[in-house]
């Protein structure tokens, strides 16, 4: 196995870990500032949050209020501190 194809599978179990340990809080989209992304939704009967567009979220996109924001791989925001960053699996 050539070391790019190793490394490709190194990066792909990672996002799996790091997706699996995720609460899905909705605190990196908005949810505890009152003005959550327009594209995150709430699963019935659970405090448990979704993406619309997932797949395709990073970018430019609004809040539900319509104020312009653009989403980014959280790994590039880790650093920083956001309403409800406490409760967020990657930052503990």
């Not at 009967?45 to 996109?61: A, P, S, V």
Request: hydrophobic residues 25%; glycine residues 6%; proline residues 4%.
């Amino acid at each position: 196995m050539k070391d790019d194809e190793k490394y490709q599978n190194l990066q792909e179990s990672q996002l799996k870990e790091w997706e699996a340990s995720c609460l899905r809080c909705g605190a990196c989209c908005g949810t505890e500032d009152g003005d959550p992304c327009e594209y995150l939704m709430k699963l019935a009967d659970k405090d448990e949050y979704y993406c619309q567009i997932y797949e395709n979220r990073f970018g430019l996109h609004k809040t539900k209020n319509g104020k312009p924001f653009k989403c980014v791989p959280l790994r590039n925001i880790l650093h920083k501190t956001w309403p409800g960053d406490s409760r967020c699996r990657y930052k503990a």
